[in-house]
Nanobody
Framework: QVQLVESGGGLVQAGGSLRLSCAASGRIFNINFMGWYRQAPGSQRESVAIISGGSTDYADSVKGRFTISRDNAKNTVYLQMNSLKPEDTGVYYC??????WGQGTQVTVSS
């Protein structure tokens, strides 16, 4: 059993910043691919940022504003979100390959 525990969501004004954290624990066999997805109301879940080894990949909508990083010693992945926009609002989910998900944390950006 794998557990992913997220923290760091909240309410912030446009232009502000938030940092999400996700700690993985349990029977982890491969912690290489981790990342963040988000789901806005009425929309499908979409990939925001993925990290694998030293490589990262971002959705076009967040490039230059969000940074994904990890602490392998702590089995933790982070998402630093700067210059937040109202369209960044949604539930953010931590993901660990192949199919493990966190419970989600709400991010709300007010205009």
């Amino acid at each position: 059993q794998v557990q992913l525990v997220e923290s760091g969501g909240g309410l912030v004004q446009a232009g502000g910043s938030l940092r999400l954290s996700c700690a993985a624990s349990g029977r982890i066999f491969n912690i290489n691919f981790m990342g963040w997805y988000r789901q806005a109301p009425g929309s499908q879940r979409e990939s925001v940022a993925i990290i694998s080894g030293g490589s990262t990949d971002y959705a076009d909508s967040v490039k230059g504003r969000f940074t994904i990083s990890r602490d392998n010693a702590k089995n933790t992945v982070y998402l630093q979100m700067n210059s937040l926009k109202p369209e960044d609002t949604g539930v953010y989910y931590c993901w660990l390959a192949p199919n493990h998900w966190g419970q989600g944390t709400q991010v709300t950006v007010s205009s």
